[in-house]
């Protein structure tokens, strides 16, 4: 069939306005809005004053702010590394022809079919309970103290692991994906020249599933990024700083909470762009660190 | 021909599109506002049952309730009344407790709301350039003689004239279970800290803990006793600047300290919440330092019915503000813009006073927004609490003027009622690090 531009052109027009209008504009407004001050995000441009770097040395001044982005710091590493780390396990475990394949696989990624709201309830009114919660159960069968898990030592921790949990059956199935998709000869040849198990997945499992890995840490790093209805959830009245994320605290400068009356419409636009400055280096790191990782099988 | 096809195709998907961008409200859910001029102020519509002067109007609503809660069921039931005598028809929008993150925004855009509701100070502070001066139609409606003087007077405060009808008053103190009160051998509430700590003394020896206490509010219980010894401009004036070390606030931490260390607080306090507070339903602890809305809130959660008590936080030594008590409320207010502000105001009448204002106290559970109503049983006296109150303590307005550190604050708070402080001046050394 013939190529006929003007059709490619008009078909793809609704799509690229689209893009312009609901992505492009209001990502390069925020990027010029956090050079101004704004108090309301839809402040006419008459009503913004030129700021030059102020909200930039606002944010990065703020004791708030730097704990939010210390607290999402910790939720990448650790919880990264716990989460993904859990994930692999599982994919590897599922996909090994065990019994019930089906039904761990359900069952792990369950989570992730959960309203996130209904999963925090669950690990706030009953894991973590004081009085009645399933940990503290455990903890006085063996004869222990209660634990103040939502006390506000742990509560970060507290809020990070019921994170993971809800987490780790969404990089399951990627994983899985990426298992599947090695061609089962390669094992059996390494099980021929006598490779275990464990020998097959560091020399096999595990360098075809590099780009995998990097699609991963991606969609981690921008799940943290995005990182907001568990504070929410552990933070229910509101915001503590033992939950505070950068997502909480652009909310909370640009929308104001309970009992704050100030907003910082420029200050919260400074927030977004070093969030996305964020993800676009992690992205560019992952993709030299997993260079030439796309292998064809 | 198919070029043509392609380009009348491409050109329809491009039209939906835009058609579907459009903020135009639509005819069957939003019909536009009519073109007469705004009622004049100072008119109020005389007969609500005036078919022939308002009917066939809608004006929209924009509530921070959602759809299913008791004030929802009970406005969405007054809208029906409403219409059907006035011929009114009152378009509401249940946009739940966050819609102050939108409202601020919608306002701007003048999007087509003619009645607001959300918290009275954001009213009188973030959207007052929006909001219709009511003063010449609550005159005519001799608001002022069955609303309450304190939160009318705060709200000319704030937006320089009145802005705001309290739909939801609030009252904080110290809520108690007075059967717990009766089991110690308690018969009076305590007015000053000494006679506090001997009912804390008493309760505890009658087996039952004396303080409930939700990290949630942690702060606001704190206030309290801050307002107390250094008022609440002082607080605010400490908040912004630093130097709490040596000021009263040393004081008003040791306080707590001591409760702490007395053993005050029920087991696992500061708990998350609303575990705390929901001991008092299973008779556990007796008192709670909150808003009159705890009262609803632990009755439902724990199924009981506390026989509930309230008493103003006890004056200390030497106190700057020993009298000032936590006094809020979730208002109504008027779009500047609205094209039938008269209609909307004859609503908020309806929806908050007489027969409607009743069912709005009863089904909520809340004090009555008219004094001329009656308060549920366990709210009793509140009514003339507010009557008699003069300036209201704000919701830690004093604690969350900086808003670089509110939260930073608030979990500080939290660590003194966890009992992590040895003593007060550590405690303000700690509020002076963050500085």
């Given amino acids: ?57 606002k944010i990065f001044g703020s004791a708030s702010f730097m704990t939010s982005m210390r607290n999402m710091l910790l939720i990448w590493i650790v919880g990264g590394v716990f989460t993904l780390l859990l994930a692999m396990l599982m994919a590897v475990v599922v996909t090994s022809g065990i019994r019930g394949k089906k039904f761990f696989r359900a069952a792990i990624y369950m989570p992730n079919i959960i309203s996130a709201v209904a999963l925090a309830t669950m690990w706030i009114q009953y894991i973590f309970q004081y009085d009645y919660g399933l940990l503290n159960t455990i903890v006085q069968l063996f004869g222990g103290d209660k634990v103040k898990w939502l006390g506000t030592d742990l509560k970060f921790w507290a809020m990070t692991g019921s994170f993971i949990f809800g987490s780790v059956g969404y990089y399951m199935l990627i994983y899985i994906s990426g298992i599947e998709g090695i061609p089962q000869d390669l094992y059996e040849a390494a099980t021929i020249d006598g490779a275990g198990k464990g020998r097959q997945f560091f020399d096999i499992t595990l360098p075809l ?14 799940n943290t990024t995005t990182f907001f209805l568990w504070t929410k ?18 909310y909370d400068m640009v929308f104001g909470g309970k009992g704050i009356t100030q907003r910082d419409a420029g200050a919260g636009a400074a927030v977004g762009v070093v969030l996305t400055l964020i993800i676009i280096a992690v992205y560019l790191i992952t993709e030299r660190l997993f260079k030439g990782s796309d292998l064809e099988y | 021909m198919k070029k043509i096809l392609s380009a009348l195709l491409a050109s329809v998907m491009v039209l939906a599109m835009l058609a579907g961008c459009s903020n135009q409200p639509s005819a069957s859910s939003n019909p536009p506002a009519e073109s007469n001029p705004p009622a004049a102020a100072s008119q109020p519509a005389e007969n609500n049952n005036n078919n022939e002067s308002t009917g066939g109007k809608t004006i929209t609503m924009w509530s921070m309730w959602s759809s299913g809660e008791p004030q929802a069921n009970v406005i969405s039931a007054a809208a029906a009344a409403f219409e059907e005598q006035t011929g009114v028809k009152v378009n509401i929008e249940f946009k739940g407790r966050d819609v102050n993150k939108v409202l601020a925004a919608s306002l701007e855009a003048n999007e087509n709301i003619d009645i607001i509701e959300d918290d009275y100070k954001r009213i009188g502070t973030v959207y007052n350039k929006f909001t219709y001066d009511l003063t010449d139609m609550a005159k005519a409606a001799n608001y002022d003689s069955f609303s309450y003087a304190c939160l009318n007077n705060q709200s000319i405060k704030w937006a320089g004239y009145l802005n705001a009808i309290a739909e939801q008053p609030q009252i904080g103190g110290i809520f108690y279970d007075k059967d717990a009160f ?60 630093g130097g709490w070390s040596g000021t009263a606030a040393e004081q008003a931490a040791q306080d707590i300290i001591d409760l702490v260390k007395a053993g005050y607080f029920v087991d696992g306090a500061p708990d998350e919440f609303p575990s705390s507070e929901n001991k008092i339903g299973f008779g556990l602890a007796a008192m709670v330092i909150c808003a009159d809305y705890v009262t609803a809130e632990v009755n439902n959660n724990t ?5 509930w008590g309230l008493f103003n936080y006890p004056a200390v030594d030497g106190g700057a503000d ?15 813009y609205s094209q039938n502000p008269q209609e909307a105001f004859d609503f908020i009448m309806f929806l908050t006073t007489g027969e409607w204002g009743q069912k709005l106290a009863d089904d909520a559970h809340q004090i009555p927004a008219d004094s001329r109503n009656t308060a549920p049983a366990d709210l009793t006296g509140t009514i003339e609490t507010l009557q008699a109150a003069e300036s209201p303590m704000t919701w830690c307005a004093g604690l969350s003027a900086n808003a670089d550190i509110k939260d930073t604050i608030k979990s500080l708070c939290v660590e003194l009622f966890e009992g992590k402080y040895a003593t007060g001046a550590d405690f303000c050394a700690a509020l002076d690090a963050l500085y």
């Fill in chain 1, 233 to 250: 959830m552990f933070s229910p009245i509101d915001t503590e700083s033992s939950t505070i994320v950068p997502v909480i605290y652009l």
């Fill in chain 2, 322 to 336: 020993n009298g000032a008590a936590y006094m809020g409320a979730n208002s109504l207010a008027i779009t500047s």
């Fill in chain 1, 1 to 57: 069939m013939r190529k006929n531009k003007a059709m490619i052109f008009w078909f793809c027009l609704p799509a690229l306005l689209s893009l312009v209008i609901m992505f492009v504009y209001p990502v390069c407004r925020t990027v010029v809005m956090s050079f101004f001050q704004v108090e309301s995000v839809t402040a006419t441009t008459a009503d913004w004053s030129f700021y030059g770097l102020g909200n930039y040395f």
């Fill in chain 2, 182 to 241: 009766a089991k110690a051998e308690i018969t009076a509430e305590p007015k000053t800290w000494s006679e506090f700590l001997d009912v804390c003394q008493k309760l505890k020896d009658a087996g039952v803990a004396p303080l409930a206490q939700d990290s949630a509010y942690c702060d606001f219980a704190f206030y309290h006793t801050l307002v107390r010894y250094l008022g609440e401009e002082k607080i605010e004036e400490l908040d912004l600047n």
């Fill in chain 1, 209 to 222: 599933l590099k780009g995998v890995i990097k699609t991963s840490i991606t969609f981690w790093s921008i």
């Fill in chain 2, 303 to 307: 199924g009981t019915q506390v026989n």
